[in-house]
């Protein structure tokens, strides 16, 4: 059995972090794919050919792990 797509690669920051700091550390991870540089940058970095960038995930994204811990009782 399969599981739907799952997330991965998340970056998070701890909830007391200076939000100008969380600010500038999303702007970096969301605008990295942005040119071809940034491309070469993650590809190289992540060793994955298709891998262009991050995206700003939302809570929705979770429910393919949060349906597959229920399924097990977690």
Aim: cysteine-free; charged content about 25%; hydrophobic content about 40%.
């Amino acid at each position: 059995a399969f599981s739907a797509a799952i997330p991965s690669d998340s970056i998070t920051v701890r909830h007391n972090l200076d939000p100008k700091v969380t600010a500038q550390i999303k702007r970096v991870f969301l605008t990295w794919g942005s040119s071809p540089k940034g491309v070469a940058e993650i590809r190289r970095t992540y060793g994955l050919a298709k891998f262009t960038g991050f995206a700003e995930a939302k809570s929705s994204d979770y429910d393919p792990v949060r349906e597959a811990f229920k399924k097990v009782g977690l």
